[in-house]
C-alpha cells in the first residue's frame, strides 16, 4: 500500500489544479482518476469563458475568486503556454426587462473591482459588434473577459503537476475511505493508498464520494446544456456575446482561441451520457438566430451536450456560492462547482493547498518550478490533421504524455478539431495509438 501526504480524488479541471497548488509545498501528492485520462468529465463539454465578475453577489466567495483569477489569467496561461484569447464580452439585452438585469450586473460588477464597465446602447454595442441583431436594445460591455480551452488547461496544470512531483493513479474508481490511525485508507480498483489528508474533487461523483466516509448535507442537481461548434472559417463575432431574454439567460457565443465559433445552450432538464437533445439543439438555433441574424448554421461542424451541477442542501436550498465541505480538519470536498469554476480553478486548488500545507505543516516546496511547455513538434513532421495543422510528431508527444485515446490526442493537440471532425485523421490517430501505446514504444 502506498502512503502519501494528500490524495486528490478526481482529474476534472479542478483537481488537477488543486494536485499542481499542493506540489508547490514539500507534499507528496498523488492524483486519482476513475476515467482512463484526465479532463474527461465536466470539464470536456464546458463553455470556456473565462469570467470577469459581474455575475456573483457582492461580498462571495465566487466575487473575489473570479475578479482574482480573472486578472492573473495571461499570467496563468503564459507559465502553462496555453492559449488565452482576452477578447471583451457584450451581455445583451432586447428590451426594459432585460436592460434592468444589465443594470443590475454593472452595479454588481462595480462593487466587486470588474474593471471597464460600461452599459452602451443598443446602437453602441452594434458599433462594437457588427454581427449583432437590431433587436439588441443595450449591452453591458467588460473588456476583461476572455476564452481558453478548459482541456488544454487542466491537462496543462496536470502536467505541471506531474514534473514537479506529482504521482497519478489513472483507471483507479474509488470503491471506499475508511480512516485509521491517521490515515485515509483510500480502496480502488487498483489498489490501496494510504494519505494524511484527502482532496475530493470528484465532480458529479463529489457527494457520493464524502459520503464514502462523511455525511454530506449537500446534494447536487443537475442542468443539461447543448452546444454547436462552426467552422473557422465562417463569420463570427469578435467578442463573446451573453444573452439575456424575457426568460432569463439565453445563448453564449464564445469566439474560441482555436478559431471555432461555440454556442451554449440555456439550462435544460439533464440527459445521461453528455447527450444532447433535439429540444436543446433547436433552442440554441432559434436564439442563435435572434442574436445573430447573419450568422451561417450550414456551419455547424459539431453538436454535443453537458451538465451543470448545481449544489443544493438536503431541504432543496440552493447554494449560490462556492461550495467547500470540510466534514474534518484533513478532508476537502469541492462540490458543485460550476461557472465560474474554470475560471477560478487554479485560485481554488491555491486556496485548499494552502489550508492543506498549514494543516499539515508543510513547507514550501523551493525547487517548484511554474513553467510547462506546450507540445512543439519539429518542424517538418507530416501532417495527420489537416484541417487543424496537427503533425505526426505532434500526435505522438501527445501519446507519450498520456493520450490513451483518439479523443484524448483531441485534447491535447486539437487532432480532429476541424471541419472534417477526425473522418480524416482518426484511422492515423488510432494506428499510431496501437504503435506507441500497445506496442511499447511510449
Request: hydrophobic content about 40%; charged content about 25%.
Amino acid at each position: 500500500m502506498k502512503t502519501v501526504d494528500v490524495a486528490v480524488i478526481g482529474g476534472g479541471v479542478l483537481g488537477c489544479f488543486a494536485a499542481r497548488n499542493l506540489t508547490r509545498f514539500r507534499l507528496d501528492v498523488v492524483l486519482i482518476e476513475a476515467a482512463e485520462d484526465l479532463c474527461t468529465g465536466v470539464t470536456r463539454a464546458n463553455s470556456a469563458v473565462v469570467y470577469p465578475g459581474c455575475d456573483n453577489r457582492p461580498g462571495s466567495m465566487k466575487a473575489a475568486l473570479t475578479v482574482r483569477a480573472n486578472a492573473s489569467f495571461d499570467r496563468l496561461c503564459g507559465e502553462l503556454e496555453v492559449p488565452f484569447s482576452r477578447c471583451g464580452s457584450l451581455m445583451t439585452a432586447y428590451g426594459p426587462q432585460g436592460e434592468a438585469v444589465l443594470r443590475k450586473k454593472l452595479d454588481q460588477g462595480q462593487k466587486n473591482g470588474v474593471p471597464g464597465l460600461r452599459l452602451l446602447s443598443g446602437d453602441e454595442a452594434r458599433d462594437r459588434e457588427p454581427m449583432l441583431s437590431r433587436a439588441v436594445s443595450a449591452a453591458l460591455w467588460a473588456p476583461t473577459t476572455g476564452t481558453v480551452n478548459p482541456w488544454q488547461l487542466g491537462i496543462a496544470a496536470f502536467e505541471s503537476a506531474k514534473a514537479n512531483g506529482c504521482e497519478t493513479m489513472l483507471r483507479a474508481p474509488v470503491v471506499s475511505i475508511a480512516k485509521a490511525e491517521g490515515l485515509y485508507r483510500i480502496e480502488t480498483t487498483r489498489g490501496e493508498v494510504a494519505a494524511r489528508a484527502v482532496v475530493n474533487c470528484g465532480g458529479l461523483y463529489a457527494v457520493q464520494i464524502q459520503e464514502l466516509i462523511y455525511p454530506s448535507p449537500v446534494r447536487l442537481r443537475l442542468d443539461g446544456a447543448d452546444f454547436l461548434v462552426f467552422d473557422p472559417l465562417t463569420l463570427r463575432p469578435g467578442h463573446i456575446l451573453f444573452e439575456e431574454t424575457e426568460a432569463g439567460k439565453g445563448v453564449t457565443a464564445v469566439p474560441c482561441p482555436e478559431g471555432n465559433l461555440l454556442l451554449d445552450s440555456p439550462p435544460r432538464p439533464y440527459e445521461p451520457h453528455f447527450a444532447t437533445t433535439r429540444e436543446g439543439l433547436d433552442t440554441i438555433r432559434a436564439h442563435g438566430v435572434r442574436l445573430l441574424p447573419d450568422l451561417d448554421f450550414g456551419a455547424v461542424i459539431r453538436s454535443f451536450g453537458g451538465v451543470r451541477p448545481n449544489p443544493e442542501g438536503v431541504d432543496g436550498r440552493d447554494i449560490r456560492d462556492f461550495c467547500i465541505q470540510r466534514p474534518a480538519p484533513t478532508f476537502w470536498s469541492l462540490v458543485g462547482v460550476k461557472t465560474p469554476g474554470l475560471t477560478c480553478a487554479n485560485e481554488l486548488g491555491a486556496l485548499v493547498a494552502g489550508e492543506c500545507a498549514a494543516v499539515l505543516g508543510a513547507e514550501r516546496n523551493e525547487a517548484f518550478r511554474p513553467e510547462r511547455r506546450a507540445i512543439h513538434p519539429a518542424p517538418g513532421s507530416p501532417l495527420v490533421c489537416r484541417c487543424e495543422g496537427v503533425s505526426r510528431d505532434a500526435v505522438i508527444e501527445a501519446i507519450r504524455r498520456g493520450a490513451v485515446t483518439v479523443d484524448g490526442v483531441k485534447r491535447r493537440v486539437g487532432a480532429g478539431m476541424g471541419r472534417c471532425q477526425g473522418a480524416r485523421c482518426a484511422y492515423e490517430i488510432e494506428q499510431l495509438l496501437k504503435e506507441c501505446v500497445h506496442g511499447g514504444t511510449v
